[in-house]
C-alpha cells in the first residue's frame, strides 16, 4: 500500500504569517487530494493535483506536486484564523479513487 | 442538496453488540466509500462501492459489512462490535472513480465508542 507521510504534524503561526506543509509518498502518485477538516467536521476538499509539476491555488492556498509526482506541498500565504484547522492529504494509488491518507497537520493560527 | 449524510452522529456500543451506521448521497454519485479515522491517525478505507449491487473491500474491511441496494444508500453493518472498532467513520462519494475530477464529498462522521 502508499504510505504518505505530513510534515509537520502541528504549527502554530502568528496571523498574518505564511506556511508550508509538505506531503511525501513512497510511490509515484496517481493523484494527490488535499483536505481541510474542522474539529467533529468532515472534509473539505481544496485541490487535487495530478501532473508532475503542476501547481493549483485557490485564494490563499497554493499546492504543488513535484516532478518525480511523490511530494507535494501545501503554502497558505498571510494566514487568517479561518485557515485553522487539520490539513491531510490523500493519494489515490490506482485511480478508483480508493484514497490513503496521511495522518494530518494540525493548524494554529494566533492573533 | 443536502449532500452527504450520515446518521447516528454519536453512537455508544457495547463489547458484542451490533449496529448500522446510514450514508444517504443526494448527488446522484456512482461511487460511494466508508473511511474509519482513528485518533491523530489519518482516514483508511474500509469498503467502497462503483455502483448499485458492486462493493468492495478496501484496507480494513474485517468487522464490517457494506451493501449497496440503491445509488443514494451506502450502509455500514458492524458485527460483534470490538474495543479496536473505536472511531470515527465517515462516508463519502464522488460522481467519478479518479481523475482531476474526483472530489470526494464528505459526510459529517459517525463518532462510535465501544466498550
Known amino acids: 500500500s502508499q504510505e504518505l507521510e505530513q510534515s509537520p504534524q502541528s504549527l502554530i503561526v502568528q496571523e498574518g504569517k505564511n506556511l508550508t506543509i509538505n506531503c511525501t509518498s513512497s510511490k509515484t502518485l496517481y493523484g494527490l487530494y488535499w483536505y481541510k477538516q474542522k474539529y467533529g467536521e468532515g472534509l473539505i476538499f481544496l485541490m487535487m493535483?495530478?501532473?508532475?509539476?503542476e501547481e493549483k491555488s485557490h485564494e490563499k492556498i497554493t499546492a504543488k506536486l513535484d516532478e518525480k509526482k511523490q511530494q507535494s506541498s501545501l503554502h497558505i500565504t498571510a494566514s487568517q484564523p479561518s485557515h485553522a484547522g487539520i490539513y491531510l492529504c490523500g493519494a489515490d494509488g490506482d485511480g478508483w479513487g480508493k484514497l490513503q491518507f496521511g495522518a494530518g497537520t494540525q493548524v494554529v493560527v494566533t492573533p | 442538496n443536502a449532500g452527504v449524510t450520515q446518521t447516528p452522529k454519536f453512537r455508544i456500543l457495547k463489547i458484542g453488540q451490533s449496529m448500522t451506521l446510514q450514508c444517504t448521497q443526494d448527488?446522484?454519485?456512482?461511487?460511494m466509500y466508508w473511511y474509519r479515522q482513528d485518533p491523530g491517525m489519518g482516514l483508511k478505507l474500509i469498503y467502497y462501492s462503483v455502483g448499485a449491487g458492486i462493493t468492495d473491500k478496501g484496507e480494513v474491511p474485517n468487522g464490517y459489512n457494506v451493501s449497496r441496494s440503491t445509488t443514494e444508500d451506502f450502509p455500514l453493518r458492524l458485527e460483534l462490535a470490538a474495543p479496536s472498532q473505536t472511531s470515527v467513520y465517515f462516508c463519502?462519494?464522488?460522481?467519478?472513480?479518479?481523475?482531476?475530477?474526483?472530489?470526494?464529498?464528505f459526510g459529517p462522521g459517525t463518532r462510535l465508542t465501544v466498550l
Open positions: 493535483l495530478q501532473k508532475g509539476g
Open positions: 463519502a462519494s464522488s460522481y467519478f472513480a479518479g481523475g482531476p475530477y474526483n472530489e470526494q464529498f
Open positions: 448527488m446522484n454519485h456512482n461511487y
